[in-house]
C-alpha cells in the first residue's frame, strides 16, 4: 500500500440473492480528500460504505484500511482500527435513549474506560462545540433535537475519537437547504481543519460542488470515473450528462462560480 | 494527529520565558499530561510562551490539556501565546481551542434529594394512571358509537377486512391456544389427583377439570394469549401505519380511521374469542382426561360418564359469556396504544409492550370481578 491511499477497495463483488450490486468495483480513497460518492438509486453506495465498514461481508474483493486487509475482519473485531475511523449514519443514528452528551462519551468510554471523568465530559463537549451545537444541546435526548441538530451531534459522535477518516452517509438528506448548507460548510471547514479524510455519499448536488474535492460516480456494478468535478463532467455516460449538465448540476456549478 | 505508534513520553520542561511541550499529548497519555500540568509551578511575573518545537503528536484531548495548561499559567486559554511547531497542527490547534471549554467548568447534572424524586415520581406515575384510565374510557366510548352508526347502517361494513382478521386472529391461533390449554389440563389433573389421592377422592379429578376449564381457565386462557399476540399485533399494525402518516391521510380523506380499522378487528376478535375459548376448554378437558386414564388407572368410559353427570350447561355460560368481554378489552386496548404511537420506532416498541400488559392485566381484573359476580347470583 502506498502511504497516500488510507481506503483502497479492489475487485469488491456484492450479490443480494441473485442480484449482483458490484460487479469487480475498485476504489482508492486518497489521505486527506473529501470524495463525493454519487450514483443513481440501486447502485449500491450505501452497500459500499457497509461493506467498508464491515457490517457487510464481501462476496468476492478485498478491503484495505490504512494498509491492513480488513476484508475477513467484520466491524467489532477490527481493534484499533475502529478507533481511526468515524461514520455519521443517514439520521445521525443516535442511540435514542442516551443525551447527546453521553452519545458522544459512548466511544471515548468504550476506548479509554481510565479516562478521568471530568476530562471525558470536557472532551465530548469539545466535539459538540466543534460540531457547532449550542451548549445547552449536550444535555438535550435525539428526540428533542431538529434534523440539523441530530446530524451534527452523530458528527460529534464520529469525531469523538479523532478519526483519521470519516464515513457520511447522505449528510444533507431530509435538511432544509439552509441547514444543508451550513452543515455542508462544517463538514468542508473540519476535514480542511482535523485533516480528515471524508468519504462521503450524497444526493445533494449542491454538497458536491462546496464540499468534495474529487466525485466517484457509481454505475452498472462499477466505478465509472473517479475525479474532479470538471473531468467527471466531461465522460460522456449518459447518467452522467444527465445528472451533471441537467438543470440541477448547472445550477449548482452556477452557485459554485459565484 | 495520528496517535498509535510508540512515541516519546509527554513532559514539559521549562526554559526561560517559555514552557516546551515535549511528546505525544494524547489522549492515551492524559493522566501522565495532567499530572505534569500539576507540577508546573504557578506563574511568575514574566510572559510565558509555550512552545510547540518539540511536540510530537497531539489530538484534542492534548488541546484541552493545552488549555488547561495555559489557564493555570494565567494565560488566555483560548488564545494562548504559541510558538513554533507545524503550521497545519498549529492551525488544527487553534480551531479547537476556540471551541474548547475549561474542565472545571463542565457543569454536572444537580443533585435531586431522593425523597422529593420519589414524591414526584409517584405523583407522576399517578397522574399518568389517571391520564390512561380517562384515554381508555374515551377510546371506548368513540368505538361503541362507531360501532353503533355501522350497525344501523349494515352496507359500511367492511366484510373483507374482518374476513381478513378473523384469519389472522383466530385460525391462526388455533394450533397455539389448543395445544397451551391442553398443556395446563394435563397439569391441573396431575396436580387434582395427586392432592385427591390423601382423601381417596381421586374420582373428582373430572370435576376439577371440567369446572375450571369450562368457567375459568378456558377463556382466561384463550384471552390471555390472544392478549399477547393480538393485542400486540393490532398495536404494530396501526401503530406502523400512524408513523407512516397514514392515519393522516385518511383522515385527510374523508375516512374515520376508528371505523376502518378499529371496528373490524373489533368484530374479528368478538366473533372469534368465544370459539376460541370454546376449543381451550375442550382442549383443556381432554388433556386432563388424558393424565386421569394414564395415572389414576380410571378408565376412559368412566370419565366419560363422570363427565356427563356432573355437567351442568351453567358452567358453560359463565364461561363463554365473559368472552365477548375480554375481547372488547383486548380489541379497544390494543387499537388505542397503536393510535397513540408517535414517529420513531422506539415508541412502536413501547406502545406494544403496554398493550400486552394493560390488555392482560384487565382481563384477569374482569375475569375476577366476574368471578365475584358470579357466586354472588349463585351460578
Known amino acids: ?258 | 494527529m495520528s496517535h498509535r505508534s510508540e512515541s516519546p513520553p509527554p513532559a514539559l520542561l521549562r526554559e526561560g520565558d517559555r514552557i516546551a511541550l515535549i511528546g505525544s499529548w494524547t489522549l492515551e497519555r492524559a493522566a501522565r499530561i495532567r499530572a505534569e500540568i500539576e507540577r508546573m509551578p504557578r506563574p511568575s511575573e514574566s510572559p510565558l510562551r509555550l512552545s510547540l518545537e518539540r511536540l510530537e503528536r497531539m489530538d484534542s484531548a492534548g488541546a484541552i490539556l493545552l488549555a488547561e495548561l495555559a489557564s493555570r499559567l494565567g494565560l488566555d486559554p483560548r488564545h494562548p501565546p504559541l510558538e513554533g511547531g507545524d503550521p497545519a497542527l498549529v492551525h488544527w490547534l487553534q480551531h479547537m481551542l476556540a471551541a474548547c471549554k475549561p474542565i472545571a467548568e463542565a457543569p454536572r447534572l444537580p443533585g435531586r434529594d431522593p425523597a422529593t424524586w420519589l414524591l414526584a415520581h409517584v405523583g407522576r406515575a399517578t397522574l399518568a394512571i389517571l391520564r390512561h384510565a380517562r384515554e381508555l374510557l374515551g377510546f371506548f366510548g368513540l368505538t361503541v358509537i362507531t360501532l353503533l352508526r355501522v350497525l344501523v347502517r349494515p352496507s359500511r361494513l367492511r366484510l373483507t377486512p374482518i374476513a381478513h382478521h378473523i384469519e389472522q386472529v383466530g385460525i391462526d391461533a388455533v394450533p397455539l391456544v389448543g395445544l397451551l390449554s391442553f398443556l395446563v389440563g394435563a397439569v391441573i389433573a396431575f396436580l387434582g389427583a395427586t392432592v385427591l389421592k390423601e382423601f381417596a377422592a381421586e374420582v373428582y379429578t373430572v370435576e376439577l377439570v371440567s369446572f375450571s376449564f369450562l368457567r375459568e381457565f378456558g377463556v382466561l386462557l384463550a384471552a390471555i394469549l390472544l392478549a399477547g399476540r393480538t393485542a400486540s399485533a393490532f398495536t404494530a399494525q396501526i401503530g406502523a401505519m400512524k408513523s407512516h402518516e397514514e392515519i393522516d391521510a385518511m383522515r385527510v380523506l374523508g375516512l374515520d380511521p376508528v371505523e376502518l380499522l378499529v371496528i373490524p378487528r373489533l368484530l374479528a376478535l368478538v366473533l372469534v374469542l368465544p370459539m376460541l375459548a370454546f376449543l381451550a376448554a375442550l382442549a383443556g378437558i381432554v388433556g386432563g382426561a388424558i393424565v386421569a386414564v394414564m395415572s389414576l388407572e380410571m378408565s376412559p368410559a368412566l370419565f366419560v360418564v363422570r363427565f356427563w353427570d356432573t355437567l351442568e350447561l351453567r358452567h358453560v355460560w359463565v364461561g363463554l359469556i365473559k368472552a365477548p368481554v375480554f375481547a372488547l378489552i383486548i380489541a379497544v386496548i390494543g387499537c388505542l396504544q397503536g393510535f397513540k404511537v408517535t414517529g420513531s420506532a422506539e415508541s412502536v416498541g413501547e406502545r406494544t409492550t403496554s398493550s400486552v400488559v394493560q390488555a392482560i392485566f384487565l382481563v384477569i381484573l374482569f375475569d375476577a370481578l366476574f368471578a365475584v359476580f358470579f357466586m354472588e347470583i349463585g351460578m
Open chain 1, 1 to 258: 500500500m502506498s502511504a497516500e491511499h488510507v481506503v483502497e477497495v479492489e475487485g469488491l463483488i456484492t450479490r443480494f440473492g441473485t442480484v449482483e450490486v458490484h460487479r469487480g468495483l475498485s476504489l482508492r480513497l486518497r489521505r486527506g480528500e473529501i470524495l463525493g460518492v454519487v450514483g443513481g438509486s440501486g447502485t449500491g453506495k450505501s452497500v459500499l460504505m457497509r461493506t467498508i465498514l464491515g457490517l457487510k461481508r464481501p462476496d468476492a474483493g478485498r478491503i484495505v484500511l490504512f494498509g491492513e486487509e480488513v476484508t475477513d475482519r467484520p466491524a467489532g473485531t477490527r481493534g484499533l482500527l475502529e478507533q481511526r475511523i468515524g461514520v455519521l449514519f443517514q439520521d445521525g443514528a443516535l442511540f435514542s435513549s442516551l443525551t447527546v452528551l453521553e452519545n458522544v462519551l459512548v466511544p471515548i468510554r468504550e476506548f479509554h474506560p481510565d479516562l478521568d471523568d471530568d476530562l471525558a465530559r470536557c472532551l465530548a463537549r469539545l466535539k459538540i462545540a466543534i460540531a457547532g451545537l449550542q451548549e445547552d444541546a449536550a444535555g438535550k435526548y435525539p428526540s428533542e433535537l431538529s434534523g440539523g441538530m441530530r446530524k451534527r451531534a452523530g458528527l460529534a459522535r464520529a469525531l469523538a475519537l479523532d478519526p483519521e477518516v470519516l464515513f457520511l452517509d447522505e449528510p444533507t438528506a431530509g435538511l432544509d437547504p439552509i441547514t444543508a448548507g451550513a452543515f455542508d460548510e462544517l463538514v468542508r471547514t473540519l476535514a480542511k481543519a482535523l485533516r480528515l479524510t471524508v468519504f462521503l455519499i450524497t444526493h445533494d448536488l449542491d454538497t458536491l460542488y462546496r464540499v468534495c474535492d474529487r466525485v466517484a460516480v457509481l454505475g452498472e456494478g462499477k466505478v465509472l470515473i473517479v475525479g474532479t468535478l470538471e473531468e467527471v463532467e466531461a465522460h460522456p455516460n449518459p447518467w452522467i450528462q444527465r445528472y451533471f449538465l441537467g438543470p440541477r448540476g448547472r445550477a449548482a456549478a452556477r452557485a459554485r462560480m459565484a
